[in-house]
Every structure is written in structure tokens, then in C-alpha cells.
């Protein structure tokens, strides 16, 4: 029997919407299991922070249990890798961040790419780098640090979390902006940099303010300058790279929370909603500026703003990363 066209549209239509409810449903019902944030680097340093930071949060408002994995391995690309590979269900998550998510795609050659194999959540903070040196280097002010690596060259080593992060990518910049030459030592996190440069194992570092402030602040180490235009609201006796004489050397980071490609929009808008709240509680600041960190403006603190800053990002280093020809170890 032909059907009246009314009613099998109607049909038509009840079935088409029949495969989204499933997935409408798990994403309001979210979460019901324990959620695994993977942190692509060792504990101790500054993803390893926020991603704590974060699992407080959520454990608090979903009441479910949040457990945090640290991958570590090739500037975070195992990390990263791990949840590449994740189903895209919301219970695996990942701490992302310019190394992971810029630096690493001009360096290495990725099983994943950084921008289409990822859904952007939020961005969480913006990073201040400090430059630092061990307590018994001659130096005491930046100047003097230049003046010791011009003095020195090529006998200086300087300790960073892997080739393509921050700091590596900071030091080759120090190398061109002032004519000095040092060695370049990869660590597999921010937290053994600090430990051998206490030791006095290594002599300086273009460090997160995050791991870098409580050495200073402990007198284990030497501060130099602040990598950015404005002092450290937490740390005002340590004055800017332009303040100390090095004009434009700006290095920091920013840190970020991922899922997997193809996460429900439902689940995305869920865990934003939650990192807003995060960085909109009062008692969130004071403990960022406590470690050089900054929260986004409430404008940059949705996925579509970390996809824009994530793709800005790549268009400016990758063509630096790529003249200086780093490549992976």
C-alpha cells in the first residue's frame, strides 16, 4: 500500500532523528564513569598542575572520580598520541599545550595532526617564563648572564623539557638575538630542569614561572629577567627582559584542555562550562599569579577562541622552528 506523502515524510523524518538521540542522551546524562586526564609530561611541572587543578574541579562537580596519567615522552607527543587514539566519549581528556600543540608539528613526523585529530575544550592559562641560573653562576643580572655565555661559548648549558618546547625554542632565540653559543640539554619535564640546576648540574634555563618561582623564592636559584613586556604581579623584584636589557625576548606558553576528534558537542559545552568556572572562581587567581600564570579573558575561554590562538600560533613559529632546522631527537 502506498503510503499519503504526509505521513511518510513524517516517517522519514522519525527515522533520521532516531541515531542522534542515543548520542543526545549520553551527552546530558555525562558523566557516568571515572574520567582519565592525561598529562603529556612528568609530575612536578606545570601541566602536571593545571591538570590537577582541573581534576579538582571536575571531581567536585561531576562527583565521579578523576584520575590524572602522565605520558611522557618526545615533548608530550606520546601523551598526546594516547588520547589521539581515545574514543571520543568525554572520559579521556588531555592537558595541551604550545608544545604539544604548536611546536611539535613542525618538529616531529605525528601519527595524529595537532588541529583536525583534536577538540578544542578551553584554554586554561597563559604561562610566564622566567630566565633563570644556578645559585653559583657569576652572573647576577641578565647582562651579566650574556656577558658570561659571550665569555664562554660553547662551555654554558642550558636545560629545557625537550627539543621544540618553550625553552628550547626560547634558547635558540637567545643564540641569535645576542651572538652567544651554548649547549642545549633536553630533560623530560620542567621538574628534573629544576632539580639539576639546584644541584648546579646544569647553569641556566628559560623556565615556567610555575617551577622556577618556588627555587627562586627558596634562594636555590637565580631569577634574571621575566620573558614578556610586564613584571610578575607575584614576583615584582624580578624585572622584564626589557627592563634588563634584552628588548623583545618574549617566551612563555599557553596551556589548554583537549578531547578527541568527533566528542559530542553536548559533552564539549559541559567541560568548558566547567573550566569557566574554574577560572572565574575567586580563589583561582590568586594561586595562577602565585606561579606566574594568567587567566584568558573571558572572550578567549571558549573552544572556538584555543582553535584560532592554536592556529595563529602555527602560522607564526612553525616558519621560525623550521629556518632554524630543529629536528627531533
Given at each position: 500500500?502506498?503510503?499519503?506523502?504526509?505521513?511518510?515524510?513524517?516517517?522519514?523524518?522519525?527515522?533520521?532523528v532516531l541515531p542522534v538521540l542515543p548520542r543526545i542522551a549520553r551527552a546530558q546524562a555525562y558523566p557516568t564513569r571515572p574520567i582519565t586526564i592525561v598529562v603529556p609530561f612528568v609530575p612536578g611541572g606545570p601541566s602536571d598542575w593545571l591538570g590537577r587543578l582541573v581534576a579538582e574541579r571536575f571531581r567536585s562537580?561531576?562527583?565521579?572520580?578523576?584520575?590524572?596519567?602522565?605520558?611522557?615522552?618526545?615533548?608530550?607527543?606520546?601523551?598526546?598520541?594516547?588520547?589521539?587514539?581515545?574514543?571520543?566519549?568525554?572520559?579521556?581528556?588531555?592537558?595541551?599545550?604550545?608544545?604539544?600543540?604548536?611546536?611539535?608539528?613542525?618538529?616531529?613526523?605525528?601519527?595524529?595532526?595537532?588541529?583536525?585529530?583534536?577538540?578544542?575544550?578551553?584554554?586554561?592559562?597563559?604561562?610566564?617564563?622566567?630566565?633563570?641560573?644556578?645559585?653559583?653562576?657569576?652572573?647576577?643580572?641578565?647582562?651579566?648572564?650574556?656577558?658570561?655565555?659571550?665569555?664562554?661559548?660553547?662551555?654554558?648549558?642550558?636545560?629545557?623539557?625537550?627539543?621544540?618546547?618553550?625553552?628550547?625554542?626560547?634558547?635558540?632565540?637567545?643564540?641569535?638575538?645576542?651572538?652567544?653559543?651554548?649547549?642545549?640539554?633536553?630533560?623530560?619535564?620542567?621538574?628534573?630542569?629544576?632539580?639539576?640546576?639546584?644541584?648546579?648540574?646544569?647553569?641556566?634555563?628559560?623556565?615556567?614561572?610555575?617551577?622556577?618561582?618556588?627555587?627562586?623564592?627558596?634562594?636555590?636559584?637565580?631569577?634574571?629577567?621575566?620573558?614578556?613586556?610586564?613584571?610578575?604581579?607575584?614576583?615584582?623584584?624580578?624585572?622584564?627582559?626589557?627592563?634588563?636589557?634584552?628588548?623583545?625576548?618574549?617566551?612563555?606558553?599557553?596551556?589548554?584542555?583537549?578531547?578527541?576528534?568527533?566528542?559530542?558537542?553536548?559533552?564539549?559545552?559541559?567541560?568548558?562550562?566547567?573550566?569557566?568556572?574554574?577560572?572565574?572562581?575567586?580563589?583561582?587567581?590568586?594561586?595562577?599569579?602565585?606561579?606566574?600564570?594568567?587567566?584568558?579573558?573571558?572572550?578567549?575561554?571558549?573552544?572556538?577562541?584555543?582553535?584560532?590562538?592554536?592556529?595563529?600560533?602555527?602560522?607564526?613559529?612553525?616558519?621560525?622552528?623550521?629556518?632554524?632546522?630543529?629536528?627531533?631527537?
Amino acid at each position: 500500500m502506498k503510503l499519503p506523502r504526509r505521513n511518510f515524510l513524517h516517517l522519514a523524518a522519525g527515522a533520521a532523528v532516531l541515531p542522534v538521540l542515543p548520542r543526545i542522551a549520553r551527552a546530558q546524562a555525562y558523566p557516568t564513569r571515572p574520567i582519565t586526564i592525561v598529562v603529556p609530561f612528568v609530575p612536578g611541572g606545570p601541566s602536571d598542575w593545571l591538570g590537577r587543578l582541573v581534576a579538582e574541579r571536575f571531581r567536585s562537580s561531576f562527583g565521579q572520580p578523576v584520575v590524572i596519567e602522565n605520558v611522557a615522552g618526545a615533548n608530550g607527543s606520546l601523551g598526546v598520541g594516547r588520547v589521539a587514539r581515545a574514543a571520543p566519549d568525554g572520559y579521556t581528556l588531555l592537558i595541551g599545550l604550545w608544545n604539544t600543540h604548536v611546536a611539535n608539528g613542525a618538529i616531529y613526523a605525528l601519527p595524529y595532526d595537532v588541529q583536525a585529530d583534536f577538540e578544542p575544550i578551553g584554554l586554561l592559562s597563559n604561562s610566564a617564563s622566567l630566565v633563570v641560573g644556578r645559585k653559583s653562576l657569576p652572573a647576577n643580572d641578565l647582562k651579566g648572564l650574556i656577558d658570561w655565555l659571550k665569555a664562554n661559548p660553547g662551555k654554558a648549558s642550558e636545560g629545557h623539557v625537550g627539543i621544540g618546547s618553550v625553552g628550547h625554542v626560547g634558547g635558540l632565540l637567545l643564540q641569535n638575538m645576542t651572538g652567544t653559543r651554548f649547549q642545549q640539554v633536553p630533560y623530560r619535564g620542567s621538574a628534573p630542569v629544576m632539580q639539576d640546576l639546584v644541584a648546579g648540574q646544569i647553569d641556566f634555563g628559560i623556565e615556567a614561572a610555575t617551577t622556577s618561582l618556588p627555587q627562586f623564592r627558596a634562594t636555590n636559584i637565580k631569577a634574571f629577567a621575566v620573558a614578556r613586556q610586564s613584571r610578575l604581579a607575584s614576583a615584582l623584584e624580578i624585572p622584564t627582559v626589557d627592563e634588563a636589557g634584552l628588548p623583545g625576548f618574549y617566551v612563555g606558553a599557553w596551556f589548554a584542555v583537549y578531547a578527541p576528534k568527533g566528542t559530542a558537542k553536548g559533552i564539549v559545552s559541559k567541560l568548558n562550562a566547567e573550566l569557566r568556572g574554574l577560572l572565574a572562581d575567586p580563589a583561582t587567581e590568586p594561586r595562577f599569579a602565585e606561579l606566574g600564570h594568567e587567566i584568558p579573558a573571558p572572550d578567549q575561554q571558549i573552544p572556538e577562541a584555543l582553535a584560532a590562538l592554536q592556529k595563529a600560533d602555527i602560522a607564526k613559529w612553525w616558519p621560525i622552528i623550521k629556518a632554524a632546522n630543529v629536528q627531533a631527537e
